[in-house]
């Protein structure tokens, strides 16, 4: 393990990544693993995606939760500090800004060309990373089936952490030996025992919903309610969607369906962490100080689970079985990223210009390496002169 980094070093690291990775949490990622592991060598493809694993296994935003690992694992708890809040910074204050605007003129800035440009490079950066990874991750074929089977699981709508746990059960299986009969059955018990623990979960929180009566807006409330997002809620901006608007919109209706969706845009739209979404709405409901405190309250979760699950990889590593469960939800994170990928694709490659920029920023990527910082700027400029063609 390499000496604790100066917190400054973390610090300009993650603000410039704060402020520049578009695209969501597989493209941060992405660019993470560009700078720790290619440009600036903190540790090794097979750490990072131990440390990858672990963000999967815990809820909250993953992307920051990266982040978060990895300015532990440079710098202890002051380096854990520093790299999460540079990175969320940037994005919080872009995003209040915006509140900002929205609250005052009713609307969201036009920045479609904006993503025109940047959303093919993520897909050359996310597709890099991606074969970097699963060279480091799939030595055994096995583990590249897993990776596969989780990736056509995904694409056909299965709970992520229902793979995730199947991955780590066919891990275990690899490592035990087809032969076993234990190995057998708790492949097919523990998906089934986590689908009813989550099931179990679901319930509750259901039937917790249903006794409590409509509340009034305080600060309070508010800043209470996205820390139990932070602290239960797995998935995408989509799955953020679902959640906010069970209670903002409809058991509360503190906001409108409109106000809900021009706030998951906006974050998804802005560089940094998708959970920033949380500071618009803060904005929106409570004026600044709801932005601050909807903003800490969402993130702090992941700050405290970290700094809990972080110590515990290597011990999880040096246990020959804990291991195999490790390298099979390893492979299933891949396949995890891999169906994110393909769908940011299509999503972002949508005529002859962006395939070509998609194809031109993988060249350079592959060939040169540069910091995809610079190949972020590129995009952005391109959609720019772009969009003055269309």
Known sequence: MPPAAPLRELAVLFLRLGTTAFGGPAAHIAMMRAE?????????????????AATNLIPGPNSTEMAIHLG????????????GACFILPAALIVGGIAWGYARYGETPAVGWLMYGIGPVVIAIVLQALVKLGQAALERWAHGLIAAAALAAALGGVNELLLLAAGAAAGLLLTLGPGRAAAAGIWLALPAV??????????????VAAAAEVAPFTVTRLA??????????????????????????ERWSWLTDQQLIDAITVGQMTPGPVFTTATFIGYLLGGWTGAVLATAAIFAPGFVLVALTQPLIPKMRASRLLGGCLDGVIAASLGLMASVTWL??????????????????????????????WLIVGGAAAGWLLSGTT
């Open 344 to 373: 940011l694709g299509r999503a972002a490659l949508v005529d002859v210009s962006t395939v070509v920029i998609a194809a031109a920023a993988a060249v350079v990527l592959f060939v040169w390496r540069p910091n995809a910082t």
């Open 224 to 249: 209470l309610f996205f820390l139990k997002a932070g602290s239960i809620l797995f998935g995408s901006g989509y799955v953020l969607l679902a959640f906010l608007r069970a209670d903002l919109v």
């Open 36 to 52: 720790v592991v290619e440009r600036l060598k903190w540790l090794s493809d097979r750490e990072f995606l131990d440390l990858l």
């Open 72 to 83: 532990y694992r440079r710098a202890g708890i002051p380096g854990l500090l520093v790299a």
């Open 194 to 207: 986590l689908s009813r623990a989550l099931s179990g979960t679901a319930a509750l929180a259901a039937t």
